[in-house]
């Protein structure tokens, strides 16, 4: 259940209300907008709970939330959630463009691949230090060691950089180096990982599943978002379908989808979608088309020796030209980069 407040309603009004949802045994989340705040009481959805709550003072209307996400859900929060990191904003009109290595090999690749890619205009770096391959006979990332470099190179650059967990052990780790907390596809529906990662209160970039619908994703947000954090930003980068001649297929239609049904901010994955660096830029500027809050884009300064991924990552000096097609696409429906 959620209770909406009337626009600008005084503080004490909202004390009372929270006060009374509370001494009736229930749990709130509170979400604070321009105008309203809004109640959201975990666990209410019958009919004879929610009428005592309409009428008390300042309250507008009690509403019972069908969808089974809740705190993910844009009733729970109308306004697009924005997630500061450092000097970047997730969810605002400037799309926030992440660039980097599949995994982090070494530092001096790191440093210059880094480089490059902020050069052009990247405001946040990615890499992998614990990969979860296909394959156990696949690298699987340089683990602590690569989180070194990657703050290292973090540091030098000023840009916030985002990294993978895969499991509790690598997460608290992780939330050691990083600024963004990455669960991948693959972990989507890890539940203990999700609780785990809410709890460390820490910006969590959320991969949706290669099998899994956008309902599935939003309710995994919400298993990060019930543990307190709602620092949550969500990621498509394709689905697994019947085509072959991309790696996933990129599903375009899941960012409205998504933007209609929760108020998190949106990133689009084209390198994992296709599977093919040719492909890249017309799926990444597709996805600011459709009105993504931002891309992952995997870029390698030697990608034909690069230990994963390196058949879906652009040369530095593709991404360049990536980020000069991107602005014109953004410029075009009125966003920038
Ligand atoms: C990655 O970002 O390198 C990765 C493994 O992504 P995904 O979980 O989407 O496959
Ligand atoms: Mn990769």
């Given at each position: 259940?959620?209770?909406?407040?009337?626009?600008?309603?005084?503080?004490?009004?909202?004390?009372?209300?929270?006060?009374?949802?509370?001494?009736?045994?229930?749990?709130?989340?509170?979400?604070?907008?321009?105008?309203?705040?809004?109640?959201?009481?975990?666990?209410?959805?019958?009919?004879?709970?929610?009428?005592?709550?309409?009428?008390?003072?300042?309250?507008?209307?009690?509403?019972?939330?069908?969808?089974?996400?809740?705190?993910?859900?844009?009733?729970?929060?109308?306004?697009?959630?924005?997630?500061?990191?450092?000097?970047?904003?997730?969810?605002?009109?400037?799309?926030?463009i992440g660039a980097g290595p599949?995994?982090?090999?070494?530092?001096?690749?790191?440093?210059?691949i880094s480089?490059a890619v902020k050069a052009s205009g990247a405001?946040?770096?990615?890499?992998?230090?614990?990969?979860?391959?296909?394959?156990?006979?696949?690298?699987?990332?340089?683990?602590?060691?690569?989180?070194?470099?990657?703050?290292?190179?973090?540091?030098?650059?000023?840009?916030?950089?985002?990294?993978?967990?895969?499991?509790?052990?690598?997460?608290?780790?992780?939330?050691?180096?990083?600024?963004?907390?990455?669960?991948?596809?693959?972990?989507?529906?890890?539940?203990?990982?999700?609780?785990?990662?809410?709890?460390?209160?820490?910006?969590?970039?959320?991969?949706?599943?290669?099998?899994?619908?956008?309902?599935?994703?939003?309710?995994?947000?919400?298993?990060?978002?019930?543990?307190?954090?709602?620092?949550?930003?969500?990621?498509?980068?394709?689905?697994?379908?019947?085509?072959?001649?991309?790696?996933?297929?990129?599903?375009?239609?899941?960012?409205?989808?998504?933007?209609?049904?929760?108020?998190?901010?949106?990133?689009?994955?084209?390198s994992?979608?296709?599977?093919?660096m040719?492909?890249i830029q017309?799926?990444s500027?597709?996805?600011?088309?459709?009105?993504?809050?931002?891309l992952?884009i995997e870029v390698h300064n030697?990608p034909?020796?690069?230990?994963?991924?390196?058949?879906?990552s652009l040369l530095p000096e593709q991404f360049a030209d990536l980020m000069e097609q991107a602005?014109?696409?953004?410029?075009?429906?009125?966003?920038?980069?």
């Amino acid at each position: 259940m959620i209770i909406v407040m009337r626009a600008h309603a005084p503080e004490e009004q909202i004390q009372n209300v929270i006060k009374h949802v509370e001494d009736a045994g229930f749990e709130v989340h509170l979400s604070r907008g321009v105008e309203r705040t809004i109640i959201g009481v975990k666990g209410v959805s019958h009919d004879a709970l929610t009428q005592p709550f309409e009428s008390l003072k300042g309250v507008d209307e009690v509403i019972r939330v069908l969808k089974p996400y809740k705190l993910a859900s844009r009733e729970f929060h109308p306004d697009n959630t924005q997630v500061k990191v450092k000097d970047v904003i997730f969810g605002g009109n400037t799309l926030v463009i992440g660039a980097g290595p599949c995994s982090i090999e070494g530092e001096d690749m790191y440093r210059d691949i880094s480089q490059a890619v902020k050069a052009s205009g990247a405001t946040l770096l990615r890499g992998g230090a614990f990969k979860p391959r296909s394959s156990p006979y696949s690298f699987q990332g340089m683990g602590e060691e690569g989180l070194k470099i990657m703050r290292a190179v973090g540091n030098e650059t000023g840009l916030p950089i985002q990294t993978e967990a895969t499991n509790p052990r690598s997460l608290q780790l992780v939330a050691k180096y990083a600024d963004i907390i990455q669960i991948g596809a693959r972990n989507m529906q890890n539940y203990d990982l999700l609780k785990e990662a809410g709890q460390t209160g820490m910006p969590i970039l959320l991969k949706r599943g290669m099998a899994a619908s956008t309902k599935d994703l939003l309710l995994s947000a919400e298993y990060i978002m019930s543990e307190g954090n709602d620092q949550v930003i969500l990621c498509e980068r394709g689905i697994r379908t019947f085509e072959t001649a991309t790696r996933n297929t990129l599903d375009i239609s899941a960012i409205p989808v998504l933007k209609e049904n929760t108020h998190l901010p949106v990133m689009v994955d084209p390198s994992h979608a296709s599977g093919h660096m040719q492909y890249i830029q017309a799926l990444s500027l597709a996805a600011i088309a459709g009105g993504c809050d931002g891309l992952l884009i995997e870029v390698h300064n030697n990608p034909e020796i690069a230990k994963s991924d390196g058949e879906q990552s652009l040369l530095p000096e593709q991404f360049a030209d990536l980020m000069e097609q991107a602005k014109k696409v953004a410029a075009a429906i009125g966003r920038d980069i």
